[in-house]
Structures are given as structure tokens and as C-alpha cells.
């Protein structure tokens, strides 16, 4: 009786509002078929369940079962000494460093095990162990083997000769294996880094031991008890995060590329409209690309196709979503069917005829509207598995990866036939530009013999571009989906300052036409737009997957390199920004930007405001240590402001404040000379 009482007073879950929940028309045609269909999506469920003010400042410990100790800040803010105390005594500034460095710590460990598994397959195919994987591109091999300080050439008779290709392969996989655990040393590519970073570091002592060792560190020093000190906590947590951009993130990209092939510019579709009715619909979602490779590698060959049809579809539509679509996207043109937020969109289309997904971001919400469709929801990855009984485990091992793709490919044809006659693909696709990276930003801009970096220093120096911003990140579900890096993003590039993006935030760009040439002409500055034109680059340039945050770092040190803007990361025009973060992945990236030199700028909520003297240290005293430091702004133009106040501060420093174009001097001006 009590509990049907109950039953009759319990209000019904609230739905959201589509066009309140995000800018994109086929998203917003997808939640309110969600809802008219009875699924429950993401959307929903934020109007329903807000966050934890307390949590969301990072001043609740549950570090020890004494807690939860929640450190709420006084309603007319802090007069005089901070008084607030855990149990044991913690201070606030204590709670949110360990709270902060433990998110370091799990962004860092997502990477970097990221890296380590793409490191186990390149040692499996350097040593000839699997057929299924072949090292691709070895020119790229030679290039970082060095700093690995493996050898490309070798003396034989007092004569330098090419070292045999395959061992250098060797050799590099099992340096780069040592660098998650070696026992002494230091991460050997911190010295990519420009030289007067490394010294920073150095003086510091901030240099990673090795990929692991920092991570484990950070969970034995926010154990109860152990370090309670937020500056020391932050060095560790400092240390963790070079291990992670400069260490775990760097070697899978390179791993990645050389394995796979480094990207190079190409075209491609975007959006959940990628998606075709007559076709088996696959979508890939998560972040390693090693099974996904192989998906693309299958659903190529013409006995798969024969089998696609043998089912009565006309062929095999492969998507992505999250940075697995990105990896897809970059290498082989498989379009991207949304970022973070539009998981669950795709299958509420009715056109899912499979979804397979590796690790980092994968909704276990997906197995629950799987549930409302036809959709084989399939795991793949050993440590990421659901509860679900509707989930179909398939583990992948690099010893049978193409048997298992076939596998999974003929059980997405197979459930062609299992589609309702209800199936809604929206219409909207955009075409984008993706594929950037480090050397062929360098191609585009010098061509083949004289590629360099000198024509965007050239470009700053002269004021057609005002800057640059690395604008990454996910989407969070209590923002308007795209809302903030869309707006945010446009007002860079109005004001001339150049993007480089990765992860959902390309995604969200490509889904709104910014990663197109073409775009440079509506939406950018004309100093911005007259260089896209000449050089046939967008005016956002889509470098990969989250992992590929390390391109950026690689491209600020090539524009130290080049020269005219400084000796340091720290130097030039550059900020760092997510205006729409929300995994701790992002975290540890923001502080390796930040502690590259790079001033990084959060949108959404940062969990340190709830201890304004511990902020206060990695907002602004980090400047004066590593020449950059984090900051938060909410509203995007306000944000878009903040980086654009930056790069002035910066051009002013280089003395490139009054920008003018480089003069030919004429006989005339000689003379007067
Ligand atoms: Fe509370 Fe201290 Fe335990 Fe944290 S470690 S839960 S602050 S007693
Ligand atoms: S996938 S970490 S939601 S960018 Fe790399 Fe997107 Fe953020 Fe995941």
C-alpha cells in the first residue's frame, strides 16, 4: 500500500528541450525521436540529475571512509584565515589539489595505456609476430627513432650504412615498451621539447622517471595521510602530465602513424546523415584505432561486400564516433557520425546495424537503447566491458584482429534483416578538410623542398594572423552540445587567431563547415582569410584524436624553431582552450599545455574554485615557473577574449604589436639608408 502511494506521487522524469540542448538540427531531430520512441537519452537525464555544487568546486574528499568531508565555501566567501577542515585536517587547498592531481592521474593512465597497447602491437609487428599488422611508414620511423637514441645507420668498415629498417623497428618498440617502466633515467622524449622548456623542467625537477612510475605515484601521495602540501601535490601531478603529452600521448601517435601511415590531408563527410538506409551501417567508437584499422581493412574487400549483399543491403557504410572516428577519419576518409554527445543518437536512427567500441568515453547507457533497436552493441577491449546482457563481448587480440573484424562485420551484415521498418537517418552532412599533422602543415606551407614553418612565423610577425589557439575537448552534457567551441571558435578565427583542434571539438567543427577552406572567406578576419586563401588550408585545422594533442606540442616547437617568435613555447602568440571539457583526460592535457608554456583556458567549471588560494597558484603564480597557467571563463566570446587578450600580451612582449609587412627595399630606400 505505501509503495503504491509512493508510486502515485513520484513526478515523471522531466525530458529536455532538443533546441535547448544543442545547435546541431539532425542531434535535435534525434532527442525528440528518442523521446516520441520512449528512450532515454544523456539529454534527458541532465535535466533530471543536477551536480554536486560541493564536487563541482573540488572541495569533497572521499579519499578515506572518515568522509565524505564536504568543504562548502562560506555564503559571503572567506574573510581572514581559511578555516575549513577535514576530518583529519585537510584544508580545501589540500582536497582540491589531491582531487586535481588524481585526475591528472586518470587522464594520464587513459593515454598512456592507450600508448602501451599500441606499443604491444608495434612490437608484435616489428618482430614479424602477427600478419595482420606491417610497419607502414618507416620514413617516419627514422625521423624519431633518434630520440628514442636508436640508431639509423651503423659503421661497418669504417663506412656509415643504413641500418637494416626492420631492426630499427625492433629496437624502437622495445625503448619505447621501457619507457612506461624503466627503472632509472628520465622520459628520453622530454628533449623534444625546445631547449629552454627541457632546462625549465629540469630546474624544476619535474622531469617524468618513466610513463608509469608518476601515475602511481600521484594515487600513493592523495592516499589519507600522505602529502598535504598543494604545491607539492601539483608538482607531481606536473609530472605525470609531461609523462602523458610528452611520454604516453607522443609515442602512440607515433606509433599510430608509423604502423598506419601518417595522415595527410583528405576530404570526407561528417555527421549522423553519413549514415545510409540501404546500407550495413558500422560505427566505431573510443580511441584505440588498432581493431578499427582492421574493420576498415575488411569492409574493403569485395568478398565482404559480396556478403553485405547477399544480405540485401547495397553495400557497407563504416562511422565513427569520438577519437576512434577521428583515427578512421584521418587515415582512410571514414566519416565521423558525431562527437561525444551524439553516441546515443546514432542508434536511436534505427540504421545501427552494429556498434563496436574499444575504450575511453563509451556511454554505458548505449547498451540500454541498444536495447530500444536491432543494434549489436559489440566490446572489444579486455578492460572495457558492460554489464548488460545485451552486450556482445568479442576480445580483440592483434594475433587474429582481421578474423575478428570479418566476425564482427558478418554479424552487422547478418542483422541487416533485423532492421524496423521505422528507421530516421536525418539529412545533415558537412564536408571537412581533416588529416593535418605536424609535417604537413610544414608541406602546405613551404611545399616539398622548402616546407618549414617560416611562412606562419612570417604571417604572425606580420600580423595577418594574430595568433594561434589549440582548441580541444569534449562535450559535456550540462552545456548546449557544440554550443561553446562553435561560438567560441568562430570568434578566434574573426579575430585572425588560427585553430588547431583534435578530439569531439573537430568533430563539432567539421559538423559545422569551419574545417573547409571555403569557410576562411565567411568567418575569418581578413588578414586570416587572405592567408587560407593563398595556401589552401582551413581556417581550423583538424590534427587527430586526443592522443594527437601531442601534434600540437610538436607544432609549437617546430614555430619556436623557425624562428622570430622567441626561444620558447611560452613565447609565442598560442593559448590552450576546452571550452566544452569534461573527462580527465582533458585535465591532464590542460596541464601539460600549461605546463608547456601554454596560457589554457577551460570553459564549463573548473574543480578548484572552492579553494581560491590553491587556484590562485595554478592560475596565476604557474606564469612566473613555466610561462603558462590555467584559467576559466564560461561565456565562449568572453572566453574567445580571454586567449585573444593573450596573444596581444605575448605580440607586445615580441615587440610584433605594430605588425607590418615585410618591405622589398627599392633602390630608392637604399640610397636613403
Ligand atoms: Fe575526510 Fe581527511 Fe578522510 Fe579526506 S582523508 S575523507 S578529508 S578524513
Ligand atoms: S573522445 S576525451 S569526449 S574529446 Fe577523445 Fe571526445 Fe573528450 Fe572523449
Given amino acids: 500500500m505505501a509503495e503504491e502511494k509512493k508510486a502515485k506521487v513520484a513526478k515523471a522524469p522531466k525530458l529536455a528541450d532538443p533546441i535547448a540542448s544543442t545547435i546541431d538540427i539532425a542531434s535535435q531531430e534525434m532527442i525528440a ?77 587513459a593515454h598512456s595505456d592507450h600508448g602501451r597497447s599500441v606499443a604491444e602491437v608495434f612490437l608484435s609487428a616489428a618482430k614479424k609476430h602477427t600478419d595482420d599488422y606491417k610497419i607502414k611508414d618507416y620514413d617516419r620511423l627514422l625521423d624519431v627513432a633518434p630520440y628514442l637514441g636508436v640508431a639509423t645507420t651503423v659503421e661497418v668498415d669504417g663506412e656509415e650504412l643504413d641500418r637494416d629498417l626492420d631492426e630499427i623497428a625492433v629496437e624502437f618498440a622495445e625503448k619505447a615498451m621501457a619507457e612506461w617502466g624503466k627503472p632509472e633515467g628520465e622520459l628520453l622524449y622530454a628533449k623534444r621539447a625546445p631547449a629552454p622548456l627541457y632546462e625549465k623542467w629540469k630546474k624544476a625537477g619535474v622531469i617524468p622517471r618513466n610513463i608509469d612510475r608518476e601515475i602511481v605515484e600521484i594515487m600513493h601521495r592523495t592516499h589519507m595521510g600522505v602529502d598535504q602540501d598543494y604545491k607539492n601535490l601539483m608538482k607531481q601531478g606536473t609530472r605525470a602530465a609531461i609523462g602523458d603529452g610528452w611520454g604516453g600521448s607522443m609515442l602512440a601517435t607515433d606509433m599510430q602513424d608509423i604502423m598506419f601511415g601518417t595522415p595527410y590531408p583528405l576530404q570526407a563527410e561528417s555527421n549522423i546523415g553519413i549514415m545510409k538506409e540501404d546500407h550495413v551501417n558500422v560505427i566505431v567508437h573510443g580511441h584505440e584505432p588498432v581493431l578499427s584499422e582492421m574493420i576498415v581493412a575488411a569492409a574493403q574487400t569485395p568478398e565482404m561486400l559480396e556478403y553485405a549483399k547477399s544480405m540485401g543491403a547495397n553495400g557497407i557504410q563504416l562511422g565513427g564516433i569520438c577519437c576512434t572516428a577521428n583515427e578512421m577519419l584521418q587515415r582512410h576518409g571514414v566519416p565521423p557520425a558525431g562527437n561525444f554527445l551524439q553516441q546515443e543518437l546514432v542508434i536511436v536512427t534505427g540504421a545501427c546495424d552494429a556498434m563496436v567500441v574499444d575504450i575511453q568515453c563509451v556511454m554505458q547507457n548505449l547498451a540500454n537503447v541498444a536495447k530500444c533497436f536491432h543494434t549489436k552493441l559489440i566490446t572489444t577491449h579486455p578492460i572495457a566491458r558492460m554489464e548488460q546482457d545485451n552486450v556482445i563481448h568479442i576480445e580483440f587480440d592483434e594475433h587474429h584482429a582481421m578474423e575478428d573484424a570479418i566476425r564482427i562485420l558478418k554479424m552487422a551484415c547478418d542483422n541487416f534483416k533485423n532492421r524496423g521498418a521505422d528507421v530516421v537517418i536525418p539529412k545533415q552532412t558537412a564536408t571537412q578538410i581533416a588529416g593535418f599533422g605536424v609535417e604537413s602543415i610544414k608541406y602546405h606551407l613551404g611545399g616539398s623542398f622548402r616546407g618549414d614553418y617560416y611562412t606562419l612565423n612570417d604571417n604572425i610577425i606580420n600580423g595577418r594572423i594574430r595568433g594561434g589557439a589549440g582548441v580541444v575537448g569534449c562535450n559535456n552534457a550540462r552545456q548546449k552540445h557544440n554550443d561553446g567551441c562553435i561560438t567560441m571558435i568562430k570568434e578566434l578565427i574573426k579575430n585572425d587567431v588560427i585553430v588547431l583542434t583534435t578530439g569531439c571539438n573537430a568533430i563539432a567543427c567539421a559538423t559545422e563547415g569551419l574545417l573547409t577552406p571555403e569557410s576562411a572567406a565567411v568567418h575569418c578576419g581578413a588578414g586570416l582569410a587572405e592567408v587560407c586563401e593563398t595556401v589552401g588550408i582551413p581556417p581550423v585545422l583538424h590534427l587527430g584524436s586526443c592522443v594527437d594533442n601531442s601534434r600540437i606540442l610538436l607544432a609549437l616547437t617546430e614555430m619556436v624553431k623557425a624562428g622570430g617568435l622567441g626561444n620558447d613555447i611560452c613565447d609565442l602568440p598560442a593559448a590552450g582552450s576546452a ?68 596573444i596581444d600580451k605575448k605580440r607586445k612582449a615580441l615587440g610584433i604589436d605594430k605588425a607590418r609587412d615585410r618591405v622589398m627595399m627599392d633602390f630608392a630606400a637604399r640610397q636613403a639608408l
Wanted: glycine share 12%; with cysteine.
Fill in 33 to 109: 525521436r528518442a523521446q516520441t520512441l520512449g528512450v532515454e537519452t544523456i539529454f534527458d537525464r541532465a535535466v533530471n540529475m543536477k551536480p554536486c555544487a560541493i564536487g563541482m568546486q573540488g572541495i569533497c574528499c572521499k579519499n578515506c571512509s572518515m568522509g565524505p568531508c564536504r568543504l562548502p565555501l562560506p555564503k559571503d566567501g572567506i574573510e581572514g584565515e581559511d578555516t575549513r577542515k577535514g576530518l583529519c585536517g585537510a584544508t580545501a587547498n589540500t582536497i582540491a589539489a589531491r582531487n586535481f592531481v588524481r585526475m591528472i592521474a586518470g587522464g594520464a593512465a
Fill in 579 to 646: 571550452p566544452e571539457w569534461m573527462s580527465e583526460k582533458a585535465i591532464s592535457i590542460g596541464h601539460y599545455f600549461v605546463v608547456s608554456g601554454v596560457y589554457t583556458v577551460f570553459g564549463g567549471m573548473l574543480p578548484t574554485t572552492g579553494a581560491p588560494v590553491f587556484q590562485n597558484h595554478i592560475f596565476k603564480e604557474y606564469e612566473d615557473k613555466y610561462g603558462g597557467m590555467w584559467d576559466m571563463v564560461v561565456d565562449p566570446i568572453e572566453h574567445a577574449h580571454a586567449i585573444i587578450a593573450h
